[in-house]
């Protein structure tokens, strides 16, 4: 068996990478996001894209399934809420804070 949602927890950060990228983690399409929730089917996700513009409670979670999403081991924000609200983050401050 896979990945499941509940393998994911809240604050982690994750790489998202779409079907038609055939496992492709330099694909353009594919999107870097933290992990707000999960359920018993899915992993709810807030993408860099949006919080850079929006902050934490200005976005909405996308319902991903787990098979779609790598987990980056150690890459945990402890506070999202409070990480996102105090700063916009620009994509390149992204980068260089989590390595990628």
């Known amino acids: 068996m896979g990945?499941?949602?509940s393998d994911f927890i809240r604050g982690q950060r994750v790489l998202y990478i779409p079907l038609h990228a055939?496992?492709?983690e330099k694909h353009p399409h594919c999107e870097w996001g933290t992990v707000s929730s999960t359920n018993d089917k899915y992993v709810f996700v807030k993408f860099d894209k949006q919080l850079i513009k929006l902050e934490w409670n200005g976005v909405t979670s996308q319902a991903c399934d787990p098979s779609v999403l790598k987990i980056f081991p150690g890459q945990i924000i402890a506070d999202?809420?409070?990480y996102f609200?105090?700063?916009?983050l620009d994509a390149l401050v992204i980068r260089?804070?989590?390595k990628i």
């Open 96 to 98: 260089e804070l989590f």
């Open 80 to 82: 999202p809420e409070q």
């Open 85 to 88: 609200g105090q700063q916009r």
């Open 22 to 24: 055939d496992g492709d």
């Open 3 to 5: 990945i499941k949602a």
